[in-house]
């Protein structure tokens, strides 16, 4: 009689959503300087949340070459995962609109996120 073998095969697939990335970014000269988080890149900028990064600690790390400017100087965001892995932008309010599909992009995200522009003094810049 013949050997009879059972196989279970999974089929996993990401929910929309489970594949971006969170991380920061900048406007520098009109260009977008976006870090998705990597836990293995950059160790000394990650936040204390531990699943993205902070601005400040991240910027010597990534900064222009030669650039003499401290972490604030340029308008800044970040990406983080919301509730049901809807992306939320927090960001500066002199990023306009344009840039919302370069970080798009950047951060994998699929459907359009929540856009925060963020007044308070945490994301201010030169332009302020």
């Keep these: 009689m013949p050997e009879i073998r059972f196989i279970t095969f999974y089929i996993i697939t990401s929910r929309k959503g489970d594949d971006m990335k969170q991380g920061v970014f900048w406007l520098i000269d009109n260009k977008l300087l976006a870090i998705p988080f990597d836990k293995s890149k950059y160790p000394d900028g990650i936040a204390k949340s531990g699943d993205t990064y902070n601005h400040e600690k991240l910027w ?3 900064k222009p070459q030669n650039c003499n400017k401290p ?16 992306a939320i932008v927090y960001m500066n309010p002199d990023i306009s609109n344009e840039f919302i599909l370069g970080i798009k992009e950047a951060f994998e995200i699929e459907g359009e996120p929540i856009i925060k522009l963020d007044f308070s003094k945490h994301y201010k810049c030169y332009l302020d």
Excluded: A, S
């Design 60 to 62: 010597k790390y990534v």
């Design 71 to 86: 972490y604030n100087y340029y308008p800044r965001g970040r990406v983080v995962k919301g509730t049901k892995n809807k």
